[in-house]
């Protein structure tokens, strides 16, 4: 993955919305069965802005964290986002199939929303390997974008959804979370876990979910629709999937699915 092949990009708008993405899976994704302690180590590859950084500091205020990011412009970002909740991070510009620290350096390795963004991940996994100290964790969270299904069926929804993996698939791969376990174990990872969760919120419900969802997906969906208009999708019926989707939870009977999957395994002691 290069800097400019980054799906989203690095403007200020979407750089806010890492931020906001981050709080919402704070609770259910990326938080949940974590096994830090105070005083351990941790990474975050492909740390952006600092987001997920900024959410785990918040919970484990004694871990010394580190981040590693492509963009210039997202370290930079980073620095003043975690700045500005006081937590301290060794934050660095680089590739992250080359990591600039020596071997064993950290507890515990994170990825979140990264491995879908490379062609191959199995160099990015021996390296966060190679900074592990023996029996050190890695955790990874990542969307299968084949799997956002919606009530009623939507051929344009379907269309909009296509767009996105098409998109995925000139730099990445729209269906990594599938493959978590197995690339664990092939990078001689142990004890590793794998399986899928599923988000689900719908009509009649009070709480909010199906429109907290449908906003959360439509933050990065409607601005890529430009992109999947060069890449020969049809606006005309990407716009109107934009407008089904906005208008679902205004519906009598409506339901929205999407499936994450959740990795995690340790360096051999």
């Known amino acids: 993955m290069t800097d400019s092949s980054y799906i989203h990009g690095h403007d200020p708008v979407e750089q806010r919305r890492l931020i906001a993405q981050a709080e919402y899976w704070r609770d259910s994704l990326i938080l ?5 302690a ?16 900024g959410v785990i500091a918040s919970a484990f205020p ?12 997202q ?7 975690l700045a500005s909740l006081g937590a301290r991070c060794d934050l660095r510009v680089g590739d992250a199939t080359a990591l600039p620290w020596p071997d064993a350096s950290f507890d515990h390795v994170y990825m979140m929303w990264f491995l879908e963004h ?7 996994l021996a390296e966060a390997r190679r900074v592990l100290r023996p029996g050190g964790t890695i955790t990874i969270n990542e969307t299968d974008y084949s799997m956002l299904h919606v009530w009623p069926p939507s051929d344009d929804i379907e269309h909009l959804a296509a767009g996105q993996r098409a998109l995925f698939r000139d730099a990445g791969n729209p269906m990594t979370g599938r493959a978590l376990g197995a690339l664990l174990g092939s990078a001689d990872f142990e004890r590793v876990r794998s399986g899928p969760i599923g988000f689900h919120a719908h009509t009649g419900a009070r709480d909010g979910a199906l429109r907290g969802l449908v906003d959360y997906l439509l933050g990065f969906l409607e601005a890529m629709v430009p992109r999947m208009v060069a890449a020969g ?14 208008a679902l939870p205004d519906r009598a009977e409506a339901s929205l699915t999407q499936i994450v999957f959740r990795a995690s395994g340790s360096r051999p002691a």
């Open 32 to 36: 949940p069965d974590l096994p830090y």
């Open 38 to 53: 105070a005083g351990e180590r941790l990474l975050d590859v492909g740390c952006g802005v600092g987001a997920v950084l």
């Open 62 to 73: 004694d871990l010394e964290l580190a981040g590693i990011d492509l963009a210039e412009a």
């Open 75 to 81: 370290i930079a970002a980073a620095r003043e986002h």
């Open 118 to 124: 490379v062609a191959d991940p199995r160099p990015f």
């Open 233 to 246: 999708f049809d606006e005309a019926r990407l716009r109107a999937a934009v407008r089904e989707m906005r």
